[in-house]
Protein backbone atom coordinates (compact mmCIF):
# COMPACT_ATOMS: atom_id res chain seq x y z
CA UNK A 1 0.00 0.00 0.00
CA UNK A 2 1.49 3.20 -0.67
CA UNK A 3 2.35 5.82 1.81
CA UNK A 4 0.09 8.55 -0.18
CA UNK A 5 -2.91 6.82 0.96
CA UNK A 6 -3.67 5.78 3.89
CA UNK A 7 -6.24 2.52 5.27
CA UNK A 8 -7.50 2.33 8.43
CA UNK A 9 -9.78 -0.67 9.17
CA UNK A 10 -12.33 -0.26 12.97
CA UNK A 11 -15.08 -2.53 13.12
CA UNK A 12 -16.61 -2.94 9.99
CA UNK A 13 -15.85 0.77 8.54
CA UNK A 14 -12.59 1.30 6.75
CA UNK A 15 -10.78 4.98 6.62
CA UNK A 16 -9.23 6.04 3.52
CA UNK A 17 -7.31 9.57 3.38
CA UNK A 18 -5.41 11.09 0.64
CA UNK A 19 -2.29 12.03 2.00
CA UNK A 20 0.15 14.58 0.37
CA UNK A 21 -1.02 17.63 2.30
CA UNK A 22 3.01 19.26 0.47
CA UNK A 23 0.20 19.17 -3.14
CA UNK A 24 -3.00 19.45 -1.72
CA UNK A 25 -3.48 15.55 -1.83
CA UNK A 26 -3.41 16.45 -5.80
CA UNK A 27 -4.89 12.37 -7.17
CA UNK A 28 -2.61 12.50 -10.69
CA UNK A 29 0.72 11.05 -9.34
CA UNK A 30 0.87 6.93 -9.39
CA UNK A 31 1.70 6.36 -5.79
CA UNK A 32 -1.57 8.28 -5.29
CA UNK A 33 -4.00 6.39 -8.11
CA UNK A 34 -2.09 2.92 -7.16
CA UNK A 35 -3.20 3.47 -4.08
CA UNK A 36 -6.28 4.34 -3.99
CA UNK A 37 -7.17 1.37 -6.42
CA UNK A 38 -5.00 -0.96 -4.31
CA UNK A 39 -7.46 0.20 -1.38
CA UNK A 40 -10.42 -0.03 -3.30
CA UNK A 41 -9.80 -3.50 -4.57
CA UNK A 42 -8.60 -4.58 -1.16
CA UNK A 43 -12.15 -3.85 0.30
CA UNK A 44 -14.42 -5.45 -2.38
CA UNK A 45 -12.32 -8.41 -1.05
CA UNK A 46 -12.95 -8.48 2.37
CA UNK A 47 -16.68 -9.31 3.10
CA UNK A 48 -16.01 -7.47 6.66
CA UNK A 49 -16.31 -4.25 5.48
CA UNK A 50 -19.71 -2.54 5.30
CA UNK A 51 -19.16 0.98 5.03
CA UNK A 52 -15.98 3.33 3.39
CA UNK A 53 -15.26 7.11 4.30
CA UNK A 54 -12.97 8.66 2.21
CA UNK A 55 -11.45 12.10 3.25
CA UNK A 56 -7.92 13.88 3.05
CA UNK A 57 -5.00 15.19 5.10
CA UNK A 58 -4.12 18.39 5.92
CA UNK A 59 -6.54 21.18 4.79
CA UNK A 60 -7.27 20.30 1.64
CA UNK A 61 -9.40 17.00 0.47
CA UNK A 62 -7.56 17.06 -3.55
CA UNK A 63 -6.93 19.43 -5.55
CA UNK A 64 -7.08 17.59 -8.37
CA UNK A 65 -4.57 17.19 -11.44
CA UNK A 66 -0.99 18.27 -10.39
CA UNK A 67 -0.62 21.57 -12.52
CA UNK A 68 2.98 21.70 -11.89
CA UNK A 69 4.10 18.30 -13.78
CA UNK A 70 1.32 19.93 -16.28
CA UNK A 71 3.68 22.83 -16.40
CA UNK A 72 6.67 20.57 -17.37
CA UNK A 73 4.65 17.75 -19.04
CA UNK A 74 5.37 15.62 -16.43
CA UNK A 75 4.45 12.38 -15.23
CA UNK A 76 1.19 11.24 -17.19
CA UNK A 77 1.01 14.75 -18.64
CA UNK A 78 4.15 13.69 -20.22
CA UNK A 79 4.96 13.46 -24.10
CA UNK A 80 2.78 13.87 -27.43
CA UNK A 81 -0.76 13.48 -27.92
CA UNK A 82 -0.77 9.36 -27.95
CA UNK A 83 1.48 9.29 -25.06
CA UNK A 84 -1.20 11.81 -22.89
CA UNK A 85 -4.31 9.82 -23.60
CA UNK A 86 -2.45 6.23 -22.61
CA UNK A 87 -0.72 8.67 -20.14
CA UNK A 88 -4.58 8.97 -18.96
CA UNK A 89 -6.03 5.73 -19.72
CA UNK A 90 -3.65 3.82 -17.69
CA UNK A 91 -2.93 6.59 -14.88
CA UNK A 92 -5.83 8.83 -13.23
CA UNK A 93 -8.80 7.12 -15.01
CA UNK A 94 -8.43 3.75 -12.98
CA UNK A 95 -9.69 5.50 -10.01
CA UNK A 96 -13.10 5.83 -11.69
CA UNK A 97 -13.56 2.57 -13.05
CA UNK A 98 -12.32 1.37 -9.36
CA UNK A 99 -14.74 3.19 -7.76
CA UNK A 100 -17.51 2.52 -9.81
CA UNK A 101 -16.93 -1.22 -9.06
CA UNK A 102 -16.77 -0.62 -5.71
CA UNK A 103 -19.29 -3.02 -3.90
CA UNK A 104 -19.68 -1.15 -0.71
CA UNK A 105 -20.99 2.12 0.16
CA UNK A 106 -18.72 5.04 0.13
CA UNK A 107 -19.00 8.59 1.88
CA UNK A 108 -16.74 11.26 0.84
CA UNK A 109 -15.86 13.97 4.07
CA UNK A 110 -14.69 16.54 1.92
CA UNK A 111 -12.37 18.86 4.48
CA UNK A 112 -11.41 22.13 2.18
CA UNK A 113 -11.37 22.30 -1.65
CA UNK A 114 -12.19 19.90 -4.15
CA UNK A 115 -10.71 21.25 -7.08
CA UNK A 116 -11.12 19.61 -10.39
CA UNK A 117 -10.73 15.62 -10.25
CA UNK A 118 -10.80 16.48 -6.42
CA UNK A 119 -14.44 17.37 -7.25
CA UNK A 120 -15.35 14.70 -9.63
CA UNK A 121 -13.31 12.09 -6.91
CA UNK A 122 -15.90 13.22 -4.26
CA UNK A 123 -18.86 12.75 -7.16
CA UNK A 124 -17.94 9.18 -7.09
CA UNK A 125 -18.72 8.39 -3.62
CA UNK A 126 -21.96 7.54 -2.73
CA UNK A 127 -22.77 9.86 -0.10
CA UNK A 128 -20.85 13.35 0.57
CA UNK A 129 -20.83 15.27 3.96
CA UNK A 130 -18.82 18.69 3.54
CA UNK A 131 -17.10 20.79 6.52
CA UNK A 132 -17.72 24.74 6.08
CA UNK A 133 -14.28 25.33 4.70
CA UNK A 134 -15.25 22.90 1.57
CA UNK A 135 -15.17 24.19 -1.93
CA UNK A 136 -16.38 22.42 -5.08
CA UNK A 137 -14.80 23.56 -8.23
CA UNK A 138 -14.99 21.35 -11.99
CA UNK A 139 -12.47 23.93 -12.59
CA UNK A 140 -10.88 22.12 -15.71
CA UNK A 141 -12.11 25.01 -18.43
CA UNK A 142 -10.17 27.16 -16.13
CA UNK A 143 -7.07 25.69 -17.69
CA UNK A 144 -7.85 25.15 -20.92
CA UNK A 145 -8.73 21.46 -20.54
CA UNK A 146 -11.77 19.03 -19.90
CA UNK A 147 -12.36 16.69 -17.11
CA UNK A 148 -10.45 13.54 -18.28
CA UNK A 149 -11.13 11.57 -15.16
CA UNK A 150 -15.31 10.90 -15.82
CA UNK A 151 -16.07 13.69 -14.17
CA UNK A 152 -18.30 14.72 -17.07
CA UNK A 153 -20.55 11.19 -16.33
CA UNK A 154 -20.28 11.56 -12.58
CA UNK A 155 -21.07 15.80 -12.18
CA UNK A 156 -24.73 15.35 -13.67
CA UNK A 157 -25.55 12.25 -11.61
CA UNK A 158 -24.69 14.39 -8.37
CA UNK A 159 -26.27 17.54 -9.20
CA UNK A 160 -28.53 17.76 -12.66
CA UNK A 161 -28.18 18.60 -16.26
CA UNK A 162 -28.00 22.36 -15.68
CA UNK A 163 -25.88 22.96 -12.45
CA UNK A 164 -23.50 20.33 -13.71
CA UNK A 165 -23.11 22.54 -16.86
CA UNK A 166 -22.92 25.41 -14.47
CA UNK A 167 -19.99 24.30 -13.06
CA UNK A 168 -18.32 23.10 -15.75
CA UNK A 169 -18.79 26.02 -18.10
CA UNK A 170 -17.35 28.52 -15.90
CA UNK A 171 -15.08 26.50 -13.76
CA UNK A 172 -16.11 28.83 -10.46
CA UNK A 173 -15.91 27.60 -6.89
CA UNK A 174 -19.06 27.03 -5.27
CA UNK A 175 -19.19 26.95 -0.86
CA UNK A 176 -20.13 24.59 1.06
CA UNK A 177 -23.91 25.81 1.66
CA UNK A 178 -24.04 26.48 -2.28
CA UNK A 179 -23.31 22.97 -2.87
CA UNK A 180 -25.94 21.76 -0.42
CA UNK A 181 -28.51 23.83 -2.40
CA UNK A 182 -27.50 22.09 -5.45
CA UNK A 183 -27.29 18.83 -4.29
CA UNK A 184 -23.88 18.15 -4.13
CA UNK A 185 -23.56 17.58 -0.85
CA UNK A 186 -26.36 15.94 1.91
CA UNK A 187 -25.13 17.60 5.16
CA UNK A 188 -22.73 20.50 5.69
CA UNK A 189 -20.89 20.77 9.43
CA UNK A 190 -18.33 22.57 11.13
CA UNK A 191 -15.12 21.60 9.72
CA UNK A 192 -14.27 20.03 13.44
CA UNK A 193 -17.33 17.97 13.30
CA UNK A 194 -17.11 16.04 9.91
CA UNK A 195 -15.08 13.21 10.73
CA UNK A 196 -17.29 12.76 13.54
CA UNK A 197 -20.62 13.12 11.36
CA UNK A 198 -19.11 10.82 8.95
CA UNK A 199 -18.09 8.07 11.29
CA UNK A 200 -21.90 8.43 12.97
CA UNK A 201 -23.10 8.21 9.29
CA UNK A 202 -21.15 5.24 8.26
CA UNK A 203 -22.09 3.13 11.48
CA UNK A 204 -25.67 3.87 10.40
CA UNK A 205 -24.75 1.81 7.13
CA UNK A 206 -22.42 -0.42 8.78
CA UNK A 207 -25.20 -1.68 11.36
CA UNK A 208 -26.94 -3.47 8.02
CA UNK A 209 -25.61 -7.05 6.73
CA UNK A 210 -23.11 -6.81 4.42
CA UNK A 211 -24.50 -8.52 1.33
CA UNK A 212 -27.59 -6.66 1.78
CA UNK A 213 -25.74 -3.72 1.34
CA UNK A 214 -23.22 -4.48 -1.08
CA UNK A 215 -26.18 -6.12 -3.36
CA UNK A 216 -28.26 -2.85 -2.72
CA UNK A 217 -25.89 -0.93 -4.19
CA UNK A 218 -24.86 -2.94 -7.24
CA UNK A 219 -29.11 -2.27 -8.21
CA UNK A 220 -28.72 1.17 -7.39
CA UNK A 221 -25.87 1.53 -9.94
CA UNK A 222 -27.59 -0.67 -12.72
CA UNK A 223 -30.43 1.06 -12.24
CA UNK A 224 -28.41 3.92 -13.62
CA UNK A 225 -28.45 2.60 -17.16
CA UNK A 226 -30.73 -0.42 -17.37
CA UNK A 227 -34.14 -0.77 -18.93
CA UNK A 228 -36.91 -1.34 -16.12
CA UNK A 229 -37.53 -5.20 -17.09
CA UNK A 230 -33.38 -5.93 -17.11
CA UNK A 231 -33.48 -4.37 -13.20
CA UNK A 232 -36.58 -6.26 -11.85
CA UNK A 233 -35.10 -9.52 -13.26
CA UNK A 234 -31.81 -8.71 -11.46
CA UNK A 235 -33.40 -7.70 -8.71
CA UNK A 236 -35.47 -10.53 -8.48
CA UNK A 237 -32.58 -12.95 -8.74
CA UNK A 238 -30.92 -10.82 -5.67
CA UNK A 239 -33.68 -11.31 -3.87
CA UNK A 240 -34.04 -14.94 -4.14
CA UNK A 241 -30.51 -15.19 -2.93
CA UNK A 242 -30.77 -12.45 -0.10
CA UNK A 243 -33.91 -14.62 1.37
CA UNK A 244 -31.73 -17.90 2.03
CA UNK A 245 -29.12 -15.87 3.90
CA UNK A 246 -28.86 -16.45 7.67
CA UNK A 247 -28.41 -12.72 7.53
CA UNK A 248 -31.85 -12.36 6.70
CA UNK A 249 -33.31 -14.54 8.76
CA UNK A 250 -31.33 -13.27 11.62
CA UNK A 251 -32.99 -10.12 10.41
CA UNK A 252 -36.47 -11.50 10.74
CA UNK A 253 -36.09 -12.90 13.99
CA UNK A 254 -34.90 -9.92 15.82
CA UNK A 255 -37.46 -7.68 14.66
CA UNK A 256 -39.88 -9.93 15.77
CA UNK A 257 -38.07 -10.59 18.88
CA UNK A 258 -37.65 -7.26 19.58
CA UNK A 259 -34.22 -7.16 19.83
CA UNK A 260 -30.95 -6.25 17.92
CA UNK A 261 -29.97 -8.65 15.02
CA UNK A 262 -25.96 -10.22 14.98
CA UNK A 263 -24.77 -10.30 11.62
CA UNK A 264 -22.08 -12.92 10.42
CA UNK A 265 -22.21 -12.12 6.44
CA UNK A 266 -23.83 -15.56 5.50
Excluded at 114 to 139: H, N
Aim: glycine share 8%; with cysteine.
Amino acid sequence: MSDKLLYEKSDNIVTLTLNDPDVRNAISDEDMISGLVEALHRINDDYDVRCVILTGAGTAFSSGGNVKKMQRHDGMFAGGVYNVRVGYLRGIQRIPLAMYELEVPIIAAVNGHAIGAGCDLACMCDIRIAGKSARFAESFVKLGIIPGDGGAWFLPRAVGLSNARLMAFTGEAFDAEQSLQMGLVSKVVDDDKLMDEARALAQRIAVNPAYGLRMAKRLLREGERSELQTLLDMSASMQAIAHQSEDHKEAVNAFVEKRKPVFKNR
